[in-house]
């Protein structure tokens, strides 16, 4: 499976964007996506991820309630719903898929979970 992650730009705080996650190759065998985000000099943190068949949804608490992931499994693209931007939401944000089985279904969450990556797309808010 290879992912790009596109669409991130300059924003001004308060101001909503969404970004794509194009995604080709054998996209049958995703599992769940996720969208994850890395800011100058921090550690890669997970954002939002959703399982197979586009249920079992997760948000990291600084996101919630002003971000959406949008998958269906099967599908080549996935998007991340974006709104009331911060600044602190300034980071360069990766699209990620799992396509390993897991146990009990539902939806992973951790990076160390995701073993496909895209190129990320960096999205500045300036406050």
């Known amino acids: 499976v290879q992912l790009q992650a596109f669409g991130g730009g300059l924003v001004q705080a308060g101001e909503r964007l969404t970004l794509s996650c194009a995604i080709s190759g054998r996209t049958a065998s995703i599992y769940a996506m996720g969208w994850f985000r890395q800011a100058p000099g921090k550690e890669r943190e997970s954002v939002a991820a959703?399982?197979?068949?586009?249920?079992?949804?997760v948000y990291a608490d600084s996101v919630k309630g002003r971000f959406v992931i949008s998958w269906a499994n099967g599908r080549s693209i996935s998007y991340l719903h974006s709104s009331s931007l911060k600044h602190e939401d300034t980071a360069v944000y990766y699209c990620?898929?799992?396509?390993?089985?897991?146990?009990?279904?539902?939806?992973?969450?951790?990076?160390?979970?995701?073993?496909?990556w895209g190129q990320g797309t960096l999205v500045t808010v300036s406050s």
């Open positions: 990620a898929a799992r396509t390993r089985a897991f146990p009990g279904g539902g939806v992973v969450f951790a990076p160390r979970d995701y073993d496909s």
């Open positions: 959703v399982g197979w068949g586009g249920r079992n949804q």
